[in-house]
């Protein structure tokens, strides 16, 4: 190791700045001092300020000089090379020149600034002094380094935050990448300085130190990076000069210079030796680190190694482009860290972009190929990206590469939830399927020799694709995955063309699933190109566009509405039997700009649409195509267009012939007591159609409310009337109210018809209420949404307007059961094992769940607005360990937005949960011991999760959680005598053991008040029982003594109180608690009398009197003494909670 001389440093701290990385050099006389520009040191030390970069040293001695210094140093000026490129001052070229001009001057001292450079960007507050260097082995200065490294912190300034380090990093790599860059004409081949940078670059990184392994391990690698720029440039030189030789060499003997040919030759075999010069070095860092830190323990290393090596690959192919290379980067394609296998998959991504690149890696491809299509699925979402672009990068170079299920497994990405992934699965689809043959394509002719659109074949072979993909419920994803890849998705020509027209000659006609499918893919193409973002579950639904997508969205709807207010009509007379391709249809009108209908003067076509959908709705009663119509409907009446009017007349033409088809039909039904099939079918389909009408528009005007009630009152009765007569009447009772109060808000209805709506009300919730037994699933769901929806809209929000005040409805205790033992019976149902096996089984309780979940949100949203009573909860609260996979997400907001309500309550909410589980964990145990057992540890899990739920502010909590014992020793403790079993325990003690989860949640000084409310309650001689069924109360007693102020057998006197604190009284007086508030825990009767100490309490019991008399004085004493343990501040309920425990209430 070469031996370097110069000036000995030492590090002296900054006591008066905070900025690391700030360090005073105090310069001492060193034995080895022989360079020309060191000064003579006076004996002992002086703090100095090191010489800026490219300016000689100051010799001067003088006064003026030290004060000049202290100046500096007292202003943060820069002093070293680390804080130049910290501070990034002057730019990268300035700092290295001004180094190269120092080592130019003495190459020791700047070697040394360099060394120093590294060792402080790594963190490290120890200096390396020239003594040092010039007597130790690197390996035995990096050690003196460790020794000195202060690790209590672990930052550094590569992961620092801050303004200070925001840009130390690139800083420092521009300073590396510049520093090789200026020196690569001379100073890089003296065999000096690159071989102790990298000498001491590779000892660093193998430091158990991860600062210096990091640090070091960035240098290196941007050093040897730095290093395949020049050897790039010196071998772009030797061609130069080997063409400029050869070009000498080619002319006459008499034109010939014999003297540039021997010039050329010698710069030619300069150039050759100064590459195998670099080659060298490159080696040796290769070898020497990145071989040891590709596979480092710690992530960021391993990244950084992966993403020089593929920057390698690309710009110095002829030495890294090969197995011996490429291997790391394959065999870290596993790596467990999803920013290294990105930074693996992004480097090969640039080589196989390079044609010439990728030939050479074939080899690697049929190794490694069957990793990358598995990464498509990484977990890691800009991952999976990557390796879907690499997999289509892949197929671009060879298609033969990849099998068929390999591409499989990409294309069902399509339909993946992230967009980046389904659209990076798009362009791979997109070019394995979908990549028009113009020669091929424009053959297809149609009768009288016109071509078929180029998309064509595209459009069927998506279609078929979507076929055979059996997601027939994502042609939106679809679609989307392919929006900004293929414009074929866009082309409204060529698809209606292919549902429209006869086929070609030679071309096969689409069937029935592919025409099914084709319909459904271009519904969801207008609806993307009409609202201008993802399908729903994809991306943001709230995205706002610009400007540019605006007038893109508006240009996309103009052409789509042209084109389809002409041939939508057409497609409805062909299809209009299919109920499936129907509903997709009329969904078409909904996204037209509906001036265009005036504008380009295509009334007629109007005219068309609405003749085809009353046809439509005389047809269908499917509620996806009734629904659908209704809407198109809606749509086109939503604003004042000018087409408004007729589209009006039409609309209540057919509401006119509705509501005589109901009228007639309902006569016909009520005019016998068996009424025949023809009978029933025509009312039902009647009913369907005005419900579903009724959903989206007013038809108060028709008066078929009474008509309607009058089928739901003979629910109860119905004998075997189809199900789902009634239910469409409920639905459409719910709806006709609805409009009537939307109607009241309109204007100001007089008393007569506030009167009616409340009476109508009255009877439809009377009704439902009885309905929520019946034996049809489909009625009772239908009366609870109706009874749910009627409470919120007549709850007492009415009541801020004294008009619509008595329309306010309050639901009686027999409505609220109801309404809690429904949701028992239809949401927490068990699962029949026997249906798991059924086909379609898994998408049949996919459905029923979201209706559960629904029917659950429904009750819950009358919890959360507080329409009826909390303990109502309790049902569900009870179910949230249980079904936390189904429901738990809506039980814990409602848990949560219950506490906004109401701590106490929501507190006794969830001991009675608690307390059912309880009871009926008591009614298995006869014959059922071992499953009774499993119930209880069940229990203490779910009030261990309650007791999560209160947080960590014990102050904030301290009501609810003593309300929630003082339930719970109620419960426990009553009755107080088992009649089964004389002398025994309470029948429900075991509660205590439930109840000891919630003890941690008390404050020491209510654990004491808890624990003498319980005594209380018990008989002294209870105390005294230590049999195992009195282990439950032995048990709560003990938890309520850890950590209290009380023993078993005597309290301990209580800690005199702390002092308040700065502002605790103007708290205290802002929240209506007083300082006499201590005394407001005790009864009235044994409040104690003031003392120049505050409020004191004492004993309730006489025998303790005398204890309390010593506590006093105890107090008095240690007046100044701190509790960290008890509280200032008290809310007025916890006081009036524990007070009542304490009196024995």
């Known amino acids: 190791m070469p031996a370097l001389r110069g000036k000995t440093a030492k590090l002296i701290p900054d006591d008066q700045s905070s900025t690391q990385g700030s360090e005073y050099l105090q310069s001492t006389t060193s034995s080895h001092g022989d360079h020309s520009d060191e000064s003579d040191n006076e004996e002992g030390s002086r703090i100095k300020k090191k010489p800026v970069r490219g300016q000689p040293a100051k010799r001067g001695r003088g006064r003026g000089r030290q004060k000049a210094e202290t100046e500096s140093i007292a202003s943060n000026e820069p002093v070293t090379l680390f804080e130049i490129v910290r501070q990034g001052k002057g730019g990268a070229a300035t700092i290295v020149d001004d180094w190269i001009e120092t080592y130019k001057t003495n190459r020791d001292t700047a070697l040394l600034d360099l060394i120093n450079f590294i060792i402080q960007s790594s963190g490290c507050k120890g200096v390396v002094t020239t003594d040092m260097y010039a007597t130790l082995e690197h390996s035995d200065i990096i050690r003196r380094m460790t020794e000195e490294f202060d690790e209590e912190s672990g930052d550094y300034p590569l992961i620092m935050t801050g303004i200070m380090y925001k840009k130390f990093k690139t800083n420092f790599c521009d300073f590396i990448s510049v520093l090789v860059r200026q020196c690569q004409y001379s100073i890089l081949y003296d065999q000096y300085m690159m071989d102790n940078i990298i000498s001491l670059l590779t000892g660093l990184s193998d430091s158990q130190v991860r600062a210096f392994r990091h640090t070091s391990t960035l240098a290196a690698m941007k050093l040897m990076t730095a290093l395949v720029n020049v050897a790039l440039n010196l071998s772009v030189n030797l061609d130069n000069t080997q063409r400029q030789h050869d070009a000498e060499r080619q002319k006459q003997t008499s034109k010939r210079a014999s003297e540039r040919i021997e010039m050329l030759l010698g710069k030619r075999q300069e150039i050759i030796e100064n590459i195998e010069e670099i080659q060298q070095m490159m080696n040796n860092i290769f070898k020497g680190i990145f071989v040891h830190r590709y596979r480092d323990t710690q992530p960021e290393i391993r990244a950084i190694c992966m993403g020089e090596i593929g920057v390698w690959m690309k710009n110095y192919s002829e030495m890294f482009l090969s197995d011996s290379y490429l291997k790391y980067v394959g065999w870290t394609l596993h790596d467990k860290v999803g920013d290294v296998r ?3 998959l992004v480097g090969l991504q640039n080589l196989y972009l390079v044609s010439d690149l990728a030939l050479k890696l074939e080899l690697f491809t049929n190794r490694f190929k069957d990793r990358i299509v598995a990464m498509t699925l990484d977990k890691e979402t800009d991952v999976a990206v990557q390796a879907i672009k690499v997999v289509t990068l892949i197929l671009k170079f060879n ?13 069902q990405l399509v339909y993946s939830a992230s967009r980046a992934v389904a659209q990076a699965a798009g362009e791979f689809l997109n070019e394995r399927l979908f990549k028009r043959d113009d020669t091929e394509t424009g053959k297809s002719k149609r009768a009288a020799s016109k ?5 064509a074949p595209l459009i069927k072979d998506l279609v078929q694709f979507f076929i055979e993909s059996e997601l027939h419920e994502h042609a939106a994803y679809l679609v989307d995955a392919l929006w900004e890849v293929n414009e074929m998705v866009k082309d409204w020509d060529c698809m209606t063309e292919l549902l429209l027209e006869e086929p070609g000659r030679g071309e096969e006609p689409l069937d029935d699933r592919q025409e099914t499918a084709l319909i459904e893919i271009m519904v969801c193409a207008v609806r993307q190109a009409a609202q201008g973002h993802a399908p729903v579950g994809r991306g943001s639904s709230k995205k706002i566009l610009s400007a540019k997508e605006k007038k893109a969205v508006q240009d996309d709807k103009m052409k789509l509405s042209e084109h389809f207010i002409v041939k939508l009509p ?45 046809d439509i709705v005389e047809k269908h009663t499917e509620t996806e195509v009734l629904d659908a119509c209704s809407k198109t409907y809606e749509s086109l009446l939503c604003d004042q267009y000018n087409t408004t009017p007729k589209v009006e007349v039409a609309r209540t033409t057919l509401f006119d012939s509705l509501a005589e088809r109901l009228t007639r039909s309902y006569e016909s039904f009520e005019a016998t007591d068996e009424p025949h099939d023809n009978v029933i079918y025509a009312l039902s389909s009647s009913l369907k159609r005005i419900t579903t009408f009724y959903s989206c528009h007013d038809l108060t005007g028709w008066n078929l409310y009474e008509m309607i009630f009058l089928l739901i009152k003979q629910a109860p009765k119905r004998g075997d009337v189809p199900e789902d007569i009634y239910a469409s009447s409920i639905a459409c009772a719910h709806y006709a109210i609805m409009w009537y109060v939307n109607k009241l808000e309109d204007k100001n209805p007089d008393q007569d018809e506030i009167n009616r709506l409340k009476k109508r009300v009255t009877e439809l919730i009377h009704f439902c209420a009885i309905l929520l037994i019946d034996r049809n699933e489909t009625i009772k769901q239908e009366a609870f949404t109706t009874i749910g929806d009627l409470l919120v809209v007549f709850s007492k929000q009415l009541g801020s307007d004294l008009t619509y005040s008595s329309l306010i409805y309050v639901a009686n205790e027999n409505l609220q059961l109801r309404i809690a033992d429904f949701i028992q019976e239809e949401v927490f149902v068990e699962e029949d094992d026997d249906d798991d096996d059924d086909e379609g089984d898994d998408s049949h309780k996919i459905e029923v769940l979201h209706k559960r979940r629904n029917l659950l949100a429904s009750f819950c949203k009358l919890i959360v607005f507080n329409i009826i009573d909390m303990r109502n909860a309790a049902g569900i609260f009870k179910h949230y360990m249980k079904y936390y996979n189904d429901y738990g997400d809506i039980i814990k907001l409602t848990l949560a937005k219950s506490r906004e309500i109401n701590k106490i309550s929501c507190a006794k909410t969830l001991g009675l949960s608690l307390s059912q589980l309880f009871l009926e964990m008591r009614e298995m145990e006869y014959g059922q011991e071992g499953k009774a057992v499993n119930q209880m540890n069940a229990i203490k899990e779910l009030a261990r999760r309650f007791s999560l739920t209160f947080g960590l502010d014990q102050i904030k909590t301290r009501d609810a959680v003593a309300a929630l014992h003082k339930e719970g020793i109620m419960f426990s403790l009553t009755p107080l005598e088992d009649r089964q079993n004389p002398g025994g325990p309470p029948p429900n003690i075991g509660y205590l053991d439930v109840l000891s989860e919630f003890t941690t949640k008390l404050m020491k000084l209510d654990k004491k008040t808890v624990l003498v409310y319980l005594d209380r309650q018990l008989r002294p001689e209870m105390l005294e029982n230590t049999g195992d069924e009195w282990s439950a109360l032995r048990a709560y007693r003990n938890s309520l003594m850890q950590g209290g102020d009380t023993s078993s057998d005597v309290s301990r006197p209580p800690r005199p109180p702390k002092r308040p604190k700065p502002g605790i009284k103007r708290k205290m007086a802002l929240s209506g608690v007083t300082d006499d508030a201590e005394s407001r825990w005790v009864s009235k009767e044994d409040q104690p009398h003031a003392t120049r100490s505050g409020w004191k309490r004492r004993r309730t019991t006489d025998e303790d009197i005398s204890q309390g008399k010593q506590q006093h004085q105890q107090e008095e004493e240690s007046e100044e003494e701190s509790n960290d343990e008890e509280e200032e501040f008290q809310e007025g309920q916890a006081i009036r909670v524990l007070e009542d425990m304490q009196m024995g209430f």
Not at 451 to 455: E, G, M, P, T
Not at 580 to 609: C, G, M
């Open 570 to 614: 057409d497609l409805l007379s062909k299809y209009g039997i299919d109920s499936d391709k129907v509903a997709n249809l009329l969904e078409i009108p909904q996204h037209f700009d509906v001036e265009i209908y005036t504008t380009s003067r295509l009334e007629k076509h109007l005219d068309s649409l609405l003749r085809q959908m009353r």
């Open 399 to 411: 298609e033969d590469i990849l099998s068929a299920e390999d591409c499989e497994n990409v294309y």
């Open 342 to 344: 990105l930074k693996c």
């Open 451 to 455: 071509r078929r659109s180029a998309n």
